[in-house]
């Protein structure tokens, strides 16, 4: 085995803003990146909240140094390669030609987000224009490829969808590679951008919220959909050690279990996370004494936060955890949750601080335990991170300081 | 470098012939209008009765062959489910992208929603067969089988103790996809006869496929049909490089071109890809046999589980039926069989697979 995994570099873009300084200014300061669409073109914009990258298109590109307008990069390639932009421009890429690497990314639905405003197109008989750029982005690996084209970089390239879990497993898929041997680094993330088919689904499953979403609260309703992408790199420990890199933090312990228990709802007694929750632990020789923040998948869905909080009621038998989730802040990201939220525990380590669970106001009966609703300051050496996905797909993640 | 893995069960739905068909490649199916859509299996002894009447094709034909290729090998609950499919539901995504475009994003259903969701398949797996353990789904175009196995063999060799994967891949195709496809250039017009594809090899285009593939792997040889030695993934790759990678496939068992009795290539009729396999024949001695397989099955991001399959058919029965035969080689027996397999969006794959001494 390779000894320990450590993350040296992150690259994020979310509702909360552009790099890794702006969200945790936005998060400690507790304001939320929730507004109604000005970019996704929706009938329903003006209804609800949703964690839409300030950004346009066109803003993104000119920051890519890429054509305006029908330039055949979707949304979601876009934040990708904005989020990636950060974490180039933080390690440089030459550390990327010493040994194989890894480019491991996460996506649930492509470039649904231009498809959708171009599929008649598409479909009619012999029509041609600028949407034909766009014609081969509906798949998930379209980020990927434009990634590894975009920085000029050839990296083992592998895409990953298990819903709203796809990026916590890019980061354990990536972890499992450099402990084979297989590569010395990977870049692990997810990216995914707000489009009408992912809202009209979710609505369609009547668990969207208007308003602001309250996670583990007794009036919560639904959730905020979002967008944004995370990346983070792993290497080995002493790897980091020997170039001198900044160390943020030890991927000390993971899991991916599978429910098992039916296509969309999580298992009523929260079965499924409290097994993965158990394993994560497990796997870092830790209890959950040991753990000093939990950043919960925490969606504001009825059945998710009783699921999930039943779960973390039963792992902590000895204390009162600080938990909470961070998705009023930038909505669901779905795919990229997994690595927002792993970056976000990895701010609350570093910076050793709480992250706030807003619009909490009254608690859960079926719960004897409480969000926490401020930033406060403690001393924290590990922290584990939730994603839970359709289809039964969990999996936790376990940063501790190095 | 990681430790062979052994496939101890293979399970297909494809265009020519499904599970429930016990000879290999002895009804011969073909098309005229550049698509070949698989022939369904009676899914209803794999699939909960209840749920089976909402779920759309490529549900139940994932779905159905992972639960017999698990009957094949006489697993009831594997420790890991691992997929890869490059598009997963077309015929939900379309009809919910439709309906919610038709319906102008009012009164909608969730049901093609939830089946669109590339996930769905191992999420019916896990929930069938009560498996709790790692779940895993690739979306990575035309290596998403190939990861699917790569997952399997790395999960296969982080354990000593005998472990099962349910590994494999899916794909659909639709009128629509068929359309919009069109418009750059994916399928020959017209149309040949899909079993004479390859004899219009000359003019760009191929013609579109679908099918589902699952194995059964362990890290324990008992049983097994052949070995999976190793694989390589490659994107956006020459012909050098893919040359390259088939030699250091070989030589990471300690083998040379010598040493393969059948080399499978993914040559779908289309000009534009046909270089990698030139050179990779060119290389070949005359004693390997040369097999092709997209007439069979067309051209999808995971066509590479029908190779698969196709390999293991060779080694149970060891024959290779004249219908592959792009070259006969003089081998006794068939051991070593190798695929490479080039995918239209500039993804080529390269597979070891070892038969296993009984």
Same mark, same amino acid.
């Given at each position: 085995?390779?000894?320990?995994?450590?993350?040296?570099?992150?690259?994020?873009?979310s509702a909360l803003g552009?790099?890794?300084?702006?969200?945790?200014?936005a998060?400690?300061?507790?304001k939320a990146g929730l507004r109604?669409?000005?970019?996704? *073109?929706?009938?329903?914009?003006?209804?609800?909240?949703?964690g839409?990258?300030?950004?346009?298109?066109?803003?993104? /590109?000119?920051?890519?140094?890429?054509?305006?307008?029908?330039?055949?990069? $979707?949304?979601?390639?876009?934040?990708?390669?904005?989020?990636?932009?950060?974490?180039?421009?933080?390690?440089?890429?030459?550390?990327?030609?010493?040994?194989?690497?890894?480019?491991?990314?996460?996506?649930?639905?492509?470039?649904?987000?231009?498809?959708?405003?171009?599929?008649?197109?598409?479909?009619?008989?012999? *029509?041609?224009?600028?949407?034909?750029?766009?014609?081969?982005?509906?798949?998930?690996?379209?980020?990927?490829?434009?990634?590894?084209?975009?920085?000029?970089?050839?990296?083992?390239?592998?895409?990953? /969808?298990?819903?709203?879990?796809?990026?916590?497993?890019?980061?354990?898929?990536?972890?499992?590679?450099? =402990?084979?041997?297989?590569?010395?680094?990977?870049?692990?993330?997810?990216?995914?951008?707000? /489009?009408?088919?992912?809202?009209?689904?979710?609505?369609?499953? *009547?668990?969207?919220?208007?308003?602001?979403?309250?996670?583990?609260?007794?009036?919560?309703?639904?959730?905020?959909?979002g967008?944004?992408?995370?990346?983070?790199?792993?290497?080995?420990?002493?790897?980091?050690?020997?170039?001198?890199?900044?160390?943020?933090?030890?991927?000390?312990?993971?899991?991916?279990?599978?429910?098992?228990?039916?296509?969309?709802?999580?298992?009523?007694?929260?079965?499924?996370?409290?097994?993965?929750?158990?394993?994560?632990?497990?796997?870092?020789?830790?209890?959950?004494?040991?753990?000093?923040?939990?950043?919960?998948?925490?969606?504001?869905?009825?059945?998710?936060?009783?699921?999930?909080?039943?779960?973390?009621?039963?792992?902590?038998?000895?204390? =009162?955890?600080?938990?909470?989730?961070?998705?009023?802040f930038t909505g669901? $990201?779905?795919?990229?949750?997994?690595?927002?939220?792993?970056?976000?525990?990895?701010?609350?380590? =570093?910076?050793?601080?709480?992250?706030?669970?807003?619009?909490?106001?009254?608690?859960?009966?079926?719960? =004897?335990?409480?969000?926490?609703?401020?930033?406060?300051?403690?001393?924290?050496?590990?922290?584990? /991170?939730?994603?839970?996905?359709?289809?039964?797909?969990?999996?936790?993640?376990?940063?501790?300081?190095? | 470098?990681?430790?062979?893995? #052994?496939?101890?069960?293979?399970?297909?739905?494809?265009?020519?012939?499904?599970?429930?068909?016990?000879?290999?490649?002895?009804?011969?199916?073909?098309?005229?209008?550049?698509?070949?859509?698989? !022939?369904?299996?009676?899914?209803?002894?794999?699939?909960?009765?209840?749920?089976?009447?909402?779920?759309?094709?490529?549900?139940?034909?994932? +779905?159905?062959?992972?639960?017999?290729?698990?009957?094949?090998?006489?697993?009831?609950?594997?420790?890991?489910?691992?997929?890869?499919?490059?598009?997963?539901?077309?015929?939900?995504?379309?009809?919910?992208?439709?309906? &919610?475009?038709?319906?102008?994003?009012?009164?909608?259903?969730?049901?093609?929603? +939830?089946?669109? !969701? #590339?996930?769905?398949?191992?999420? @019916?797996?896990?929930?069938?067969?009560?498996?709790?353990? #790692?779940?895993?789904? #690739?979306?990575?175009?035309?290596?998403?089988?190939?990861?699917?196995?790569?997952?399997?063999?790395?999960?296969?060799?982080? !354990?000593?103790?005998?472990?099962?994967?349910?590994?494999?891949?899916?794909?659909?195709?639709?009128?629509?996809?068929?359309?919009?496809?069109?418009?750059?250039?994916? @399928?020959?017009?017209?149309?040949?006869?899909?079993?004479?594809?390859?004899?219009?090899?000359?003019?760009?285009?191929?013609?579109?496929?679908?099918?589902?593939?699952?194995?059964?792997?362990?890290?324990?040889?008992?049983?097994?049909?052949?070995?999976?030695?190793?694989?390589? &993934?490659?994107?956006?790759?020459?012909?050098?490089?893919?040359?390259?990678?088939?030699?250091?496939?070989?030589?990471?068992?300690?083998?040379?071109?010598?040493?393969?009795?059948?080399?499978?290539?993914?040559?779908?009729?289309?000009?534009?890809?046909?270089?990698?396999?030139?050179?990779?024949?060119?290389?070949?001695?005359?004693?390997?046999?040369?097999?092709?397989?997209?007439?069979?099955?067309?051209?999808?991001?995971?066509?590479?589980?029908?190779?698969? @399959?196709?390999?293991?058919?060779?080694?149970?029965?060891?024959?290779?039926?004249?219908?592959?035969?792009?070259?006969?080689?003089?081998?006794?027996?068939?051991?070593?069989?190798? +695929?490479?397999?080039?995918? +239209?969006?500039?993804?080529?794959?390269?597979?070891?697979?070892?038969?296993?001494?009984?």
């Amino acid at each position: 085995m390779a000894g320990r995994i450590v993350i040296t570099a992150t690259g994020i873009i979310s509702a909360l803003g552009r790099g890794t300084g702006e969200q945790l200014q936005a998060l400690t300061q507790k304001k939320a990146g929730l507004r109604h669409a000005l970019h996704l *073109k929706t009938k329903h914009a003006g209804e609800f909240l949703l964690g839409e990258v300030d950004y346009s298109n066109d803003e993104l /590109s000119a920051i890519l140094n890429l054509p305006q307008g029908d330039n055949g990069y $979707t949304r979601t390639t876009l934040l990708a390669l904005a989020a990636m932009q950060e974490l180039f421009e933080k390690t440089g890429v030459d550390i990327y030609t010493k040994g194989a690497f890894a480019l491991i990314n996460a996506n649930t639905v492509g470039g649904m987000c231009s498809v959708e405003d171009m599929y008649l197109d598409f479909l009619a008989e012999k *029509k041609e224009g600028p949407f034909l750029k766009y014609i081969d982005t509906l798949d998930c690996a379209e980020s990927t490829l434009n990634i590894a084209r975009y920085f000029n970089i050839k990296p083992f390239t592998a895409t990953i /969808s298990t819903a709203c879990s796809s990026s916590a497993n890019a980061i354990i898929l990536g972890s499992r590679m450099i =402990q084979l041997g297989l590569v010395n680094k990977a870049i692990c993330g997810g990216c995914d951008a707000l /489009s009408r088919f992912t809202l009209n689904g979710f609505n369609s499953l *009547k668990n969207v919220d208007k308003e602001a979403s309250r996670p583990f609260d007794q009036s919560r309703f639904g959730l905020n959909l979002g967008e944004g992408a995370g990346y983070l790199l792993l290497e080995k420990e002493e790897d980091a050690i020997n170039r001198g890199a900044d160390i943020l933090a030890v991927l000390s312990g993971y899991a991916n279990t599978n429910d098992a228990y039916h296509p969309t709802a999580p298992s009523p007694e929260g079965d499924g996370a409290y097994m993965t929750m158990q394993l994560a632990l497990d796997k870092a020789g830790l209890t959950a004494n040991d753990l000093d923040y939990v950043n919960a998948h925490g969606t504001a869905t009825i059945n998710n936060d009783a699921a999930e909080g039943k779960a973390l009621q039963r792992l902590f038998t000895d204390k =009162q955890p600080y938990f909470s989730s961070t998705k009023p802040f930038t909505g669901h $990201t779905l795919a990229a949750a997994g690595s927002v939220e792993a970056i976000f525990s990895i701010l609350a380590l =570093q910076n050793n601080i709480t992250l706030p669970n807003l619009n909490f106001t009254t608690p859960m009966p079926e719960l =004897q335990i409480q969000p926490v609703t401020e930033a406060i300051r403690t001393n924290m050496q590990h922290v584990l /991170s939730n994603s839970f996905g359709f289809g039964g797909n969990n999996v936790s993640l376990i940063f501790s300081r190095a | 470098m990681m430790k062979p893995v #052994y496939i101890l069960s293979a399970s297909i739905v494809s265009p020519q012939q499904h599970y429930e068909h016990e000879g290999f490649l002895d009804d011969l199916k073909s098309s005229h209008d550049g698509t070949l859509y698989i !022939t369904e299996p009676n899914y209803r002894q794999y699939i909960n009765p209840v749920a089976i009447r909402r779920m759309s094709k490529l549900l139940k034909m994932g +779905i159905s062959c992972g639960m017999n290729a698990l009957k094949q090998a006489g697993i009831e609950k594997p420790d890991a489910i691992i997929t890869g499919t490059g598009r997963g539901s077309m015929v939900d995504t379309e009809q919910f992208l439709l309906d &919610m475009i038709k319906m102008e994003e009012e009164a909608l259903t969730p049901t093609s929603f +939830i089946q669109s !969701t #590339y996930n769905s398949v191992n999420g @019916w797996l896990a929930l069938q067969t009560k498996s709790n353990g #790692y779940n895993q789904t #690739y979306v990575n175009r035309g290596t998403s089988l190939e990861l699917s196995l790569f997952d399997t063999q790395m999960f296969l060799n982080e !354990t000593n103790e005998k472990s099962y994967v349910l590994a494999g891949c899916f794909d659909e195709i639709t009128p629509d996809y068929i359309k919009v496809k069109q418009k750059v250039g994916y @399928w020959k017009q017209p149309s040949p006869n899909s079993l004479y594809l390859l004899n219009n090899s000359a003019t760009p285009g191929t013609i579109a496929g679908e099918g589902a593939a699952f194995f059964t792997l362990s890290n324990n040889s008992d049983n097994a049909i052949c070995s999976l030695q190793s694989l390589q &993934m490659l994107q956006d790759a020459g012909v050098d490089e893919v040359r390259d990678a088939v030699n250091t496939t070989l030589s990471q068992s300690s083998l040379s071109l010598n040493d393969i009795d059948v080399i499978i290539c993914g040559m779908n009729g289309d000009i534009r890809q046909q270089a990698v396999y030139d050179a990779i024949i060119a290389g070949s001695p005359s004693h390997t046999t040369i097999a092709a397989f997209k007439h069979l099955c067309g051209e999808y991001d995971t066509s590479s589980g029908f190779a698969v @399959w196709m390999a293991t058919e060779f080694f149970s029965t060891q024959q290779v039926p004249d219908i592959l035969l792009l070259k006969k080689g003089n081998h006794a027996n068939i051991k070593n069989v190798l +695929i490479v397999n080039h995918y +239209i969006l500039n993804s080529t794959s390269v597979i070891l697979l070892q038969a296993s001494l009984q």
